[in-house]
């Protein structure tokens, strides 16, 4: 049985939409890669086999041992920054981006407001600009 920190994954569409609204500068993690190859759905299949390339390294572990591996990492991480701000004021903080880079946010609701005010941002200035022909 999936605890519900395997469950709760942030959706592909968003992890992406926060690297172009808040990028991180360094390497993107080894579960959001393989999170990719799955495209976006590890709960789909538990057994399936999913191979990453990574740091020069080559890894093979299930959907399942995916998700333990982040739920592991997310334990950890959460204890190590906990009473820590996750947002600057107008963006999630790099410790926060770390966590959506493996699928999880402290603050979901307020991370799906943020996007999509930022979209809406985006789309104004796209349509605001002058298109020459």
């Known amino acids: 049985m999936l605890t519900y920190l395997q469950r709760t994954i942030l959706p592909l569409e968003d992890i992406h939409s926060v690297e172009v609204y808040a990028p991180l500068k360094g390497r993107r993690c080894s579960f959001l890669l393989a999170y990719e190859k799955a495209e976006g759905n590890l709960l789909s299949d538990l057994d399936a086999e999913l191979a990453v390339k990574h740091n020069g390294s080559r890894k093979v572990m299930t959907a399942r041992q995916w998700l333990i591996r982040r739920e592991k990492f997310l334990a950890k991480y959460y204890v190590e920054w906990r009473g820590g701000g996750w947002w600057t004021k107008t ?43």
């Not at 959506?100 to 789309?123: F, H, N, Q, Y």
């Open 91 to 133: 963006k999630p903080n790099k410790q926060h981006c770390a966590l959506i880079w493996w699928g999880a946010s402290p603050t979901p609701e307020r991370l799906k407001d943020w996007l999509r005010r930022e979209r809406e941002t985006m789309l104004l200035r796209w349509s605001m600009e002058e298109v020459p022909f």
